[in-house]
């Protein structure tokens, strides 16, 4: 806590610090420009002095002068004007990076902390089980009950490594992506199913049609669907049922995954698929991910051909739609 306040006084320190040397080199810029012109007039005035008035080009000189006064004042005008734009995007550049800089440190180190409790969960339960067969003497039933509940929880943490693996080799542009002719329909189904057993106490509504094909990569695609259902089942009620839609239409193929929980407000929108990026609803706080989830399923709906978008789910919850170009 000390630690956190402490930074946070540094940081306004330093961002203290940076407007007061703004301002001073504002403030020195135009002190400059005054004094320049200043001294511009000084001397046209003093040359004008001395021009005697019974001079024939007397008119003619005092002219030539009033010019040059005008056109030095113009060039500093111009020259003041041109350093003070330059100082002043330099200064909004600067400040921005260092902004974005905070911003993105600031949501690692939230993804570290997200992410040491999603590992840790699954290690404890799966240690616990194991342990708890080890030492105690059950009854088949119940020894099955521990072995499918470890066997989710290793599931949920190969998931957890699979998207952060992949993660890094998208942004480094590492992943090789393989496509092939991929019945869609299949793989959703085998996904949603999947699913109905982990979560058997979870009421998903299936409409899907038989036979869409895409071509695509299946272990991306397969990805990019459990994170959808994943995200549909992390924040909405249990008592709630999920929707899983997958139709054809205009040249287009639509899936759609919807929920009944709280929603997502509007201004958060778009956020939800940045990098480690996760709402702020009070309502889903407690929810746990690492803000990877939607940012890997943008990228792979992108690889093959699609755009993915969120809309509300009438009268409530969400609603993410992938649509696949054909």
Avoid at 65 to 91: D, H, M, P, V
Wanted: net charge positive; charged share 20%; with cysteine.
């Amino acid at each position: 806590m000390t630690f956190s306040f402490f930074k946070t006084k540094s940081l306004r320190l330093i961002f203290m610090v940076y407007w007061v040397l703004l301002v001073y080199i504002v403030a020195a810029l135009v002190y400059w420009f005054i004094e320049l012109n200043n001294q511009n007039r000084q001397m046209i005035q003093y040359e004008k002095e001395q021009i005697k008035k019974d001079s024939p080009v007397y008119f003619d000189e005092m002219a030539k002068l009033t010019a040059i006064e005008k056109r030095k004042t113009i060039q500093y005008i111009g020259e003041g004007s041109t350093f003070l734009l330059l100082i002043l995007a330099s200064a909004v550049f600067i400040f921005r990076a260092v902004r974005q800089q905070l911003k993105s440190s600031q949501q690692q180190q939230n993804f570290m902390m997200a992410i040491t409790h999603e590992l840790k969960t699954p290690i404890a339960v799966t240690k616990l089980n194991l342990e708890t067969l080890q030492k105690r003497k059950l009854e088949e039933k119940q020894q099955q009950k521990l072995i499918q509940n470890t066997i989710q929880e290793t599931n949920r943490l190969n998931a957890l490594c699979n998207n952060m693996l992949l993660s890094s080799q998208i942004d480094a542009g590492g992943y090789g992506i393989t496509k092939e002719e991929i019945n869609l329909s299949e793989l959703v189904n085998e996904c949603v199913q999947d699913y109905t057993i982990r979560f058997p106490q979870r009421d998903i509504h299936i409409l899907i049609e038989e036979d869409i094909f895409v071509n695509g990569d299946k272990l991306l695609l397969q990805m990019g669907v459990n994170n959808l259902l994943d995200n549909a089942i992390k924040y909405s009620p249990k008592e709630k049922p999920l929707t899983v839609l997958l139709h054809p239409g205009n040249n287009q193929i639509f899936l759609s995954i919807k929920d009944e929980g709280k929603g997502i407000v509007d201004e958060e929108k778009k956020k939800v698929f940045d990098k480690y990026y996760r709402t702020g609803n009070i309502a889903t706080k407690g929810a746990r991910g690492t803000g990877l989830g939607l940012y890997l399923t943008q990228k792979i709906a992108a690889q093959h051909n699609a755009t993915i978008s969120l809309t509300d789910n009438i009268p409530n919850g969400s609603n993410f739609t992938m649509i696949f170009r054909t």
